[in-house]
Nanobody
């Protein structure tokens, strides 16, 4: 498995921006599709964005399309989530995951510990 550590979460006002980072170690990072998921209190974990092994393909949840951008740097073993025009409904714990290039939770076998993002109105 690959070990994942997220960073970059915090408190931001609505309309603001944050960039999350996820540093990977262990197995060869460039072999994996990577994803970002989020979970708000009392809700199920939901897909946010995914990127394929070389960054050549990406996909997004409709709720974040046009506002969030996923990217990766295989030389640094890191995946990023740039979030702009944040809304209070984006408030959640954000998780990085390694697996295949997919949008369902079951396609990812390694997960980070999560980082809290809070958007105030």
């Amino acid at each position: 498995q690959v070990q994942l550590v997220e960073s970059g979460g915090g408190l931001v006002q609505a309309g603001g921006s944050l960039r999350l980072s996820c540093a990977a170690s262990g197995r060869t990072f460039s072999n994996y599709g990577m994803g970002w998921f989020r979970q708000a209190p009392g809700k199920e974990r939901e897909f946010v964005a995914a990127i394929n092994y070389n960054g050549g393909a990406t996909r997004y949840a409709n709720s974040v399309k046009g506002r969030f951008t996923i990217s990766r740097d295989n030389a640094k073993n890191t995946v990023y989530l740039q979030m702009k025009s944040l809304k209070p409904e984006d408030t959640a714990v954000y998780y990085c995951a390694a697996g295949t290039y997919a949008s369902d939770v079951t396609s990812f076998g390694s997960w980070g510990q999560g980082t809290q993002v809070t958007v105030s109105s």
